[in-house]
């Protein structure tokens, strides 16, 4: 018994210790910063300031900007889901190329998030891309800019954020929806329910508890999201497209401020954990397990 325990734990001690030295230690390391003044690149020790890193960030315009940009990509999480959850009662059924379409649904998943970046900025092209040029040919004269304009660069985000969380959604529904009886669909059509009232009353409570876990991780995705808005606009044009994580690498990382960003990484930390709990407790009136 104490050699298979003493095995279990070599198998388990590569992960732990990373764990404790690149995720454990660092984070309690940020915590102790917040309350410090330190700045990476002044060569000075951290001084210990109380709270003022927090009473510098409310009274901080980009703060406020990134909490509102960061509000904002939050809205693609449940467009997402409800596309997700329609492409995948549609190819739940026999459908033509069905295979072939699940894995193109699916693709952007796995495929590299630059390179994603990549199709979008020449897709959102404001000049010669294929979205403006599709608007043109419909009469629109004066298409947006979008990325190269403050005005319209969110909403390019938004709509990036919605197509790409698409397919990993439908991938999700797919699997759940193969663990449903077709015993009790069968009756629900014997008794004339509609496709409507399929989808309403009987597949989609019974796939609730799938749809709480996409909205808990694609809240949390969307509010840590960094890789492809920096990729594409790092943050602007003009910050408006800063979002919390932006924000915080560019205060450690470009202004070495590390207390001040170890407190913004901290505030992020807390909006998370609020929604995740308001989630927890929201989903006992709509979660069926």
Known sequence: MKRQRLIGYVFIAPNLIGMIVFMLIPALFSFYLMFTDWVFASGQSPH????DNFRMMVRDDLFVVSVKNTLMVLIPVPISILIGFLIA????????LQKTLR???????????????????????????????FLRSIGVADPPLWFASPDTAMYA???????????????????????????QLEA?????ATFGQLLRL???????????????????????GFGMIYAITQG?????TTVFSI???????????????????????????????????????????
């Open 48 to 51: 210990f300031v109380g709270l």
């Open 236 to 240: 602007g044009p003009g910050n408006s």
């Open 103 to 133: 894995a193109f649904f699916f693709a952007p998943y796995f495929t590299s998030g630059i390179a994603i970046a990549f199709v979008w900025m020449v897709l959102f092209q404001p000049s010669k891309g294929p979205i403006n040029a």
């Open 247 to 289: 924000f915080a690498y560019k205060k450690a990382f470009s202004f070495y401020e590390m207390g001040y960003a170890s407190a913004v990484s901290w505030t992020m930390f807390l909006i998370i954990l609020c929604i995740t709990l308001i989630q927890w407790v929201g989903q006992k009136r709509w979660v069926h397990y």
């Open 202 to 224: 009987i597949i989609f409570p019974l796939v609730s508890p799938t749809t709480f876990f996409l909205m808990i991780t694609g809240f949390i995705g969307s509010i840590k």
């Open 188 to 192: 629900a059509k014997m008794d004339g």
């Open 89 to 96: 009662v549609m190819l739940n059924n026999r459908t033509y």
């Open 157 to 183: 985000v938004l709509i990036m954020m919605t197509a790409g969380g698409i397919g990993y959604n439908m991938i999700i529904y797919l699997a759940a929806m193969q663990e449903l009886s077709s015993e």
